[in-house]
């Protein structure tokens, strides 16, 4: 758990971090957001001392990280840094090793979890470990940045922008990637992003600054439905409502209302349970189809699904989440 209590920041008379007040549950996911010069690294690098506190205190499972030591602390916390940080005069096996090392690992504890951290990233271990960062594309660096994060099985990880300056395409790969490997390993994450979607797509919950200040701490479908504020709303984005909409499947409907039997029309289209609604919405708008047969695991049908029915969901959900 890492708790923020009035957490101030000063540089010279600059207030950069002012009173921030939240908490990480353990093995949460939280991505922190915010416009440039927020304050986002700057709260990421005091949490591993990185930047001194000037007022307030962050607890590390209920410890002071004034109190903390330094170094050992470090090798507790896994650190990804903005850039990927990779030395490039070392290979990639021994830059992923290099925390495990200090630790005093011997040699056959850290070939298996490079081998087993390397697998879960989709990298094959043998075809990359005596490589050298340069030998690599920027998305498979930014992986073993992440992967070297892991290495030493730290169970709070900072993560700064890990998947930054990458095309769309492989930074959802590697969004799926990560996701599947928290599931697997359940860490506790403050992860800093720029990106809207990516926060919604990934996070427990989000923290979305501004001038230091935390504008709103709430989990994704909140924080698109509620925004707190007119700040909140515009950094979210006017399409906002529909974001939200690929937080939840066509079976979260299903069960909350009851499906239309369906009517004769030309246009129908069948539609897994398990695909989200903005999906569903999507081939609806596109006029696709008027109405959607929603199909079940089994391929049976459950009824039809129309956008008047997404409306009604979408009206209930919101008011639900007050
Ligand atoms: N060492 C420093 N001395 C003085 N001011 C600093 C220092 N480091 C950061 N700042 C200021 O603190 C504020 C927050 O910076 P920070 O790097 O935390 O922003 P950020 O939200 O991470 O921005 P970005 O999205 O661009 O990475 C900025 O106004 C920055 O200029
Ligand atoms: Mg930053």
Known sequence: MISFNDVTKVYGDTTVIENMNFTIEDGQFVIMLGPSGSGKTTL???????????????????????????????????????????????????????????????????????????????????????????????????????????????????????????????????????????????????????????AVKMADKIALLKDGKMMQYDEPVKMLNKPKNSFVADFVGQDRVLKSMSLYSVKDLADALTLKAPFESPDVKNINENLSLRVAISMLLNQEADQLIVEDEQGANKGSLTLDLIELFLHREVKESV
């Open 44 to 198: 990421l690098r005091m949490v591993n001392q990185l930047e001194s506190i000037t007022d307030g205190d962050i607890l590390v499972n209920g410890k002071s990280v004034k109190k903390s030591n330094k170094i050992q602390m470090r090798r507790n916390i896994g650190y990804v840094i903005q850039s990927n940080g990779l030395f490039p005069n070392m290979n990639i096996e021994d830059n992923v090793m290099i925390v495990p090392g200090l630790l005093g690992w011997d040699r056959k504890k850290k070939r298996d979890r490079f081998n087993m951290l390397m697998d879960l990233a989709g990298l094959s271990p043998d075809e990359y470990r005596h490589r050298y960062p340069h030998e690599l594309s920027g998305g498979q660096q930014q992986r073993i940045g992440v992967v070297r994060a892991l290495a030493a099985d730290p169970p709070i990880m900072l993560m700064d922008e890990p998947f930054g300056a990458l095309d769309p395409i492989i930074r959802n790969h590697l969004q799926d990637e990560f996701l599947q490997i928290q599931r697997e390993l359940k860490k506790t994450i403050l992860f800093v992003s720029h990106d809207v979607d990516e």
